[in-house]
Each structure stands twice: as structure tokens, then as C-alpha cells.
DNA sequence: TCGCGGCATTGATCTGGATCAACGACGCCG
DNA sequence: CGGCGTCGTTGATCCAGATCAATGCCGCGA
């Protein structure tokens, strides 16, 4: 976090600005995801330009930041918080396909409509890039474009783990495996610890790996009373991860 | 199908050879799958550079053309038969991720380690290419990566709405998504038709979609009892495309 | 032609997780 | 400070789909 002046918590939904404010006061140079995005493929000169052509945003939470079967307007660098992608049924059902965090870009496949509805966990910010323009840039960058498919392929990779899940594993294999991936994923940002943030609400974490809240609730009341995690505020401590190793049946 | 001769169907497993022979007799200019598939980026010139990477080769039923966490030597198009990817649980248990199509392109993420095993379904025909040497020839032409990421990003499509069904779609929702589904395939490569050929075993639906072979069978038998289906052999006829729309609740 | 092995179907029963129903714990606002 | 809305937990019951168990249906090889 750079010094700016935070914005006022007020603001009722998300809120345009210019790059030169916020986070990015010194630009993606200085941005604490860049290594972990797909930016890192970029060189100080193709920083700069592409800074011209990003514009910093704030989603509050629950704040849609783009709906499934929208025209694909722009293209999205999250640099805090959490965001769902989730896909519905028609009666209201629904999965949620993936959380993205920090270093995590959305619209990676480029398409011209969104596959999935994208909404902020909790507070939000993003670069946002208008995805014609950003597809220009793109177009005389292959070192970009490489970089972007491999996100796209490792995107993939989860989205195949996350079927093995939802088809083939117990509820408590799910929880397990859930946990573990959550650990994983916020290690590979540097948020290492036992302590996994949970930032999201049980009815969020059931609608991802495919159970009902109740059956979230339980199972992890289960594991801590058997000791293997415990549970905190927003999230939960891993006690014995070599057990639940054994749990998610890995 | 090209008038080559075809080739002993007593040979034990698969058959590597030139790509002289066979249905690319008249190479990749006369590929029947060429315009399904990522080679439709490119111009006669740069089809015949890509023939000389390329092998074709034969794989018969069960045959396995990679498995999941080897090394990826190999990147694969498939011009004929039917592919099955899957992941597997250490106890057995597997989700198959994936049915791959001629026009299908394995290998998509480029990465350098199969992230599934892919086993031939029935009689299965690939053009071949060493991955090193394939990432070499896209390295200059950024209009097939282009193409290849839009192929990566309709598969991470296919496998989003694939969670949506494991995850909250009922028995007979599953069973009725994946034959509309496979009769969408089908018909993108040409053979639409009102019978869906499904030269897969129940055992592999089932796998597929998250059920038991038991309830997969009998989810068929209660539709073609309605008239919304019939069983033919390797296939079903779509008898009401409507009805099968409201059942997948769409 | 017979017998065998690998699917697929069908029936009976069981159970993991869903559903239904309280209740508790906060945090917020009046 | 008290009432209310949201979220999470816990208990009781139910049921969709799994499991267990035959039986049927080829295709193939002896």
C-alpha cells in the first residue's frame, strides 16, 4: 500500500478514477501484485504505456463488476480484495466457479461477452482496462499474450481440479480440499500463514464446491472439534494440515 | 476420408508414421477438421511448414495418448475418433473433465506437464507434433496464438458451465444437458443430426457427469419411456429437443 | 454351437447430504 | 439501549441418488 489518501468509506458503489491516485500514485511500477500478475511480463517502458490505458477502480462489496452475457467492455486487474465468479440457473442455483484474488485478471479469455457474473467479496480494487484497447496493446506484445495464456492454461488447470471436486468428492473431501486450495492460493500472493482468510460467506464457499450451507456449517464445526482446524474471524486456522491432506483424499 | 489405404486393424496399439500416408494424404490443405480446428489461422504456406512438424498417428480404443502429470512431449490435433480426459482420485475415482472432438486440440494450455490423461474413446486419428517444437513454430505468428487462446478460452467456457452442472444441476438435468450438449458438439464438426452418437460407455457419462453408471441408465430409460428420446446403438435420437431444453433447465 | 466376459438394465435397499425448522450471535440503526 | 436483519450453527426428518444384487444382451473366440 502506497500512501495515498484512502477514499471516503461512504461512496454508496464503485467509484472511476485516475491511475495517478491511489494505489497506483507511483504507478505499476511500484505495484504490490505486478509480480504476480500478468504484468510481470512487461518491461518499465511497456509499464508506462500500459498505465496510460488503465484507469484504477473501487467496487464495494457485493458490487457487480461485470455480469455473464455482457458485451466484455473491459478487462480486469485485481490488486485488493476478493471477487466470485459465479454462473446461475434460470430458478436462482448457483456455482461459483472460482474467487479471484490480487494478481488475479479477469477476462483472460478475451472473448467479446463475459462467460460468468463477477462481483466483489469485499472491497475491491482493480485496474481496468478497456478490452478493445487492451487487446491492441496486446496485439505487438507476444511476451504479453504468452503470459496471458499461461494464465489462462493454469485458469483452466484449477477449473479441471474444481470438476474432479464437484463430481467425485465427499462433502468433508470438499471442505477439506477447499481449505487446502485456499491456503495454497493465498501463500502464492505472499498472505502465507495457517491463518487462511475466508473472506467470503459460507452460502458463497457451499455455492463453489457444490453443497448446501448447512452442510459447509457442519463439517467445519466438525473439523474443529476434532482439531484439525479452528475457526476465527473471517477465515480459519490450519491445525493439522497433514490430516487434512488426508481428508481432501488428494 | 481420403481413398489411402486403411491400415491393418490388427495392429496392437498405436502407430506412429509419415504424414504422407493416410487422411493426410493430401496434407493439412485437404484436412477435413482444418477449419474446426486451431490450423484454420493459417495460410497455405504456413500449412505446409506445419506438416513437416507433424506426425500422424493411430490410437486404438483404451489406448492412452498421455497421462496426467507427465511430461508434455507432445501437443496433439485430432482429426477422427473420440478422446477422453480425465483426473483421477488416489482411490480410483475419476472425473472425466472432458470428451475431445476431431477439430480438438489437446495439449491447449502448452504447458509443460499434462495436466489430465487422455485415453481414445474408439479408433482415434491425431496429427502429432513435438511441443517444443510446435511452441517454436507459434513463437512467430502471433495469429495462430491468437487462435489457440480462443480455443483455450471456449474450453474454460465448456469447463465453467460443466461446474454449473456437477455442482447444482439433478440427475436427470445432467443427463439431458450432456446429450444436448453433445449433439451442440457434434453438430460444429459437420454431423449434426437429430441422433447423437455417444460412442462412449455409460461408465464414462456417468463419470462424466457425476453420477453412478445405475442412475445414468436409468435417467435414458425413463426419457426414452416419455418419448423424449430414443436409444439407438452407440447413440440417442433427440426426439424433443424442447422438452430435453426445459429438462436441462437451461 | 456353446460358453464366457464385458457392458447395460432393472429392482431392492440404504444413506449422505438436502431440506425444514429453530435458535443464537453479532452489528447496525433508531 | 433495544429491536431487527443478516449470517451462522444446530437438530430432526426426508429423499435423490448411491449401493448392492441379479438378470439380460450381445460379440467373440474355442
New binding site residues.
Given amino acids: 500500500m502506497t500512501g495515498a489518501a484512502p477514499l471516503a468509506a461512504s461512496r454508496p458503489v464503485s467509484v472511476s478514477q485516475d491511475c495517478k491516485r491511489d494505489t497506483c500514485t507511483n504507478g505499476c511500477q511500484e505495484c504490490s501484485v505486478r509480480l504476480f500478475s500478468v504484468c510481470a511480463a512487461l518491461d518499465p517502458a511497456e509499464l508506462e504505456e500500459l498505465e496510460r490505458i488503465s484507469r484504477t477502480r473501487l467496487f464495494e462489496p457485493k458490487a457487480t463488476l461485470f455480469e455473464q452475457g455482457a458485451l466484455a467492455g473491459s478487462v480486469f486487474n485485481i490488486t485488493e480484495g476478493v471477487v466470485r465468479l459465479y454462473k446461475s440457473l434460470p430458478d436462482g442455483r448457483r456455482q461459483i466457479v472460482g474467487f479471484a484474488l490480487p494478481g488475479d485478471f479477469l477476462g483472460l479469455a478475451l472473448m467479446d461477452r463475459y462467460g460468468v457474473t463477477a462481483e466483489a467479496v469485499n472491497r475491491v480494487r482493480v485496474c481496468r482496462f478497456p478490452r478493445l484497447t487492451f487487446l491492441t496493446y496486446v496485439d505487438d506484445k507476444p511476451h504479453l499474450m504468452r503470459r496471458i495464456h499461461e494464465f489462462a492454461g493454469h485458469e483452466l488447470s484449477l477449473a479441471q481440479d474444481q470438476m474432479l471436486l464437484l463430481g467425485r ?6 471442505v477439506a480440499a477447499f481449505l487446502l486450495n485456499q491456503q495454497t492460493r493465498y501463500a502464492r500472493i505472499g498472505t502465507s500463514s495457517v491463518t487462511v482468510p475466508l473472506p ?5 464457499i ?1 455455492d463453489h464446491i ?9 463439517t ?2 466438525k473439523m ?2 476434532e482439531k484439525v482446524i479452528v ?1 476465527v ?1 473471517d477465515g480459519v486456522r490450519l491445525l493439522d494440515a497433514e490430516r487434512l491432506d488426508q481428508l481432501a483424499a488428494a
Avoid at 457444490?210 to 457442519?218: A, N
Fill in positions: 468428492r465427499s462433502s468433508e473431501e470438499k467470503m460467506s459460507r452460502q458463497d457451499a457444490g453443497l448446501t450451507i448447512e452442510t459447509v456449517s457442519r467445519l464445526t474443529a472439534r475457526i474471524p
